[in-house]
């Protein structure tokens, strides 16, 4: 049986597995402040009334589960309100939630959610590229779902890592709406009489960016909606650990057997582009201090039209102009705001490098000098 030992407490986490029972009971019983992530599934609440045919009278496989039907808004606003909770004391304090509903219960959701204390950070538009058509045509076609990103407080250092799903979206900042398609093909999971097993399995691609975005190799990642398991899947491959709650056995037979099919990739392959807001910050004056630079040495702008010379205390002075290397920078090129360190060089046998070198220099002193 796998688990995971926190030293705090002294108590384990029974990660990497799959946890029969009601996700609130079982959420109940497991240490407070120990997940990293959650993502949850909860049930829609479609309120289907009656079967839903297509043109040719062939019944469409919808939502109509046991697990989906609540009495009334109120028993499922109770349902949504306890099972948060549950999920809010499990989390570290710099822990993070995703929600996904349609427009049937984010709402509801999304309220419960600030009601509970959560922080929201962002609701992300999942824009289907290949959503199931509206039969009845007396209502526009449903193309997307929404989810709901939120820390565990407002003062959270949740884990956001920026420039891999900037790499991810070919070096451009990533938008909250996302374009990707359904769970078709090969990827959807089919039972013993070849019918969908799970009516609601989300894609593989969903879960990849949530997890790559805002978590980091080592964490654990509980999903208490397992369903057939795409959340422990993707967790899994991306060298996480996860958690999986699901109370219908059906369903837990599809996700072990997945789960035992799953490889995690190669190490190497794990890491991603790290943020820079997550890096130590070093001010220029460190660098003048340690004589990586001198006072008195000038400094120059790409393309040599601008210089500037090092004070000792770690400004710079210009011809009409002194303060630090972002405000004689924006100064000199007219500009409200400047990155100092990729707008200065220095010279060394004729050739200007630019001076963010010596900063990455003493991070990677402070990273060296940090236990591992």
């Not at 959503?131 to 007396?138: E, I, S, Y």
């Not at 398991?229 to 056995?249: H, S």
């Not at 190497?268 to 630079?293: I, N």
Request: net charge neutral; with cysteine.
């Amino acid at each position: 049986m796998a688990t995971k030992t926190l030293a705090r407490e002294a108590v384990t986490l029974p990660v990497n597995q799959i946890l029969a029972g009601d996700c609130i009971e079982v959420m109940n019983g497991l240490p407070e402040a120990s997940i990293d992530l959650i993502f949850a599934d909860p049930p829609y609440n479609l309120q289907l009334r009656g079967d839903l045919h297509r043109p040719d009278n062939s019944k469409v496989d919808a939502v109509n589960d046991h697990w989906d039907q609540f009495a009334s808004f109120a028993a499922y606003d109770r349902f949504t309100r306890d099972w948060l909770a549950a999920a809010r004391r499990l989390l570290k304090p710099n822990g993070a939630i995703w929600v996904i509903g349609s427009y049937h219960n984010i709402f509801r959701v999304g309220a419960a959610l600030q009601d509970q204390g959560f922080w929201l950070l962002n609701d992300v538009v999942w824009r289907k590229s290949n959503p199931m058509p509206n039969f009845k045509g007396k209502r526009l076609t449903n193309a997307h779902e929404t989810l709901i990103w939120a820390s565990k407080d407002e003062a959270s250092k949740y884990t956001f890592n920026y420039e891999a799903l900037k790499a991810l979206n070919e070096g451009i900042q990533m938008r909250s709406d996302w374009v990707l398609p359904i769970c078709t093909g090969h990827e959807r999971i089919k039972d013993a009489a070849g019918d969908k097993a799970h009516p609601t399995q989300k894609p593989e691609s969903l879960l990849h960016r949530v997890i790559l975005a805002t978590t980091n190799p080592g964490d654990v990642v509980l999903d208490p909606f397992f369903g057939t398991g795409t959340t422990g899947a993707v967790a899994k491959m991306l060298g996480r650990d996860f958690i999986g709650i699901e109370r219908e056995e059906a369903y837990r037979a599809v996700a072990t057997e997945r789960m035992e099919r799953v490889r995690r990739y190669d190490a190497s392959a794990l890491e991603v582009t790290g943020s820079k807001r997550a890096e130590p910050r070093v001010p220029f004056g460190q660098v003048v201090e340690r004589g990586m630079l001198r006072p008195g040495e000038e400094l120059f702008s790409i393309g040599n039209r601008h210089k500037a010379k090092v004070r000792a205390d770690g400004t710079l002075i210009g011809n009409d102009v002194k303060g630090s290397i972002h405000q004689v920078g924006a100064h000199l090129e007219g500009a409200p705001s400047c990155n100092g360190w990729t707008y200065w060089h220095f010279k060394r046998d004729g050739k200007l490098i630019s001076i963010d070198i010596l900063r990455q220099q003493i991070r990677a002193e402070m990273d060296d000098a940090r236990p591992h």
